[in-house]
Nanobody
Framework: QVQLVESGGGLVQAGGSLRLACAAS????????MGWFRQAPGKEREFVAA????????DYVDSVKGRFTISRDNAKNTVYLQMNSLKPEDTAVYYC???????????????WGQGTQVTVSS
């Protein structure tokens, strides 16, 4: 069992930056691939980024490539999402999730956090 708690969301102007963090409980964190998803009002939850258990493999949705960076610190049981050059269309609730493989489909993830709101003003 893994419990996930996101933090770092907030209100930022377009072009600004935020760093999200997802703290995991349990000693098995390092066994899991981790993903970030987001859900904007009236839209389906979408994949943003994912990272393998070792950090050696990452994947990003095209719309955030070159702007967002996912990383993890297994010693701290934490995964991060550095978000730069933010755009109003990045506004959403951001969720972290733990799964067995790097994947884009939400069904591949077994554990989810409660989410953190990111709002980007124009």
């Amino acid at each position: 069992q893994v419990q996930l708690v996101e933090s770092g969301g907030g209100l930022v102007q377009a072009g600004g930056s935020l760093r999200l963090a997802c703290a995991a409980s349990g000693r098995t964190f390092r066994r899991y691939a981790m993903g970030w998803f987001r859900q904007a009002p009236g839209k389906e939850r979408e994949f943003v980024a994912a990272i393998s258990w070792s950090g050696s493999s990452t994947d990003y949705v095209d719309s955030v490539k070159g702007r967002f960076t996912i990383s993890r610190d297994n010693a701290k049981n934490t995964v991060y999402l550095q978000m730069n050059s933010l755009k109003p269309e990045d506004t959403a609730v951001y969720y972290c999730a733990a799964g067995t493989v790097v994947a884009r489909r939400s069904r591949e993830y077994d554990f989810w956090g409660q989410g953190t709101q990111v709002t980007v003003s124009s």
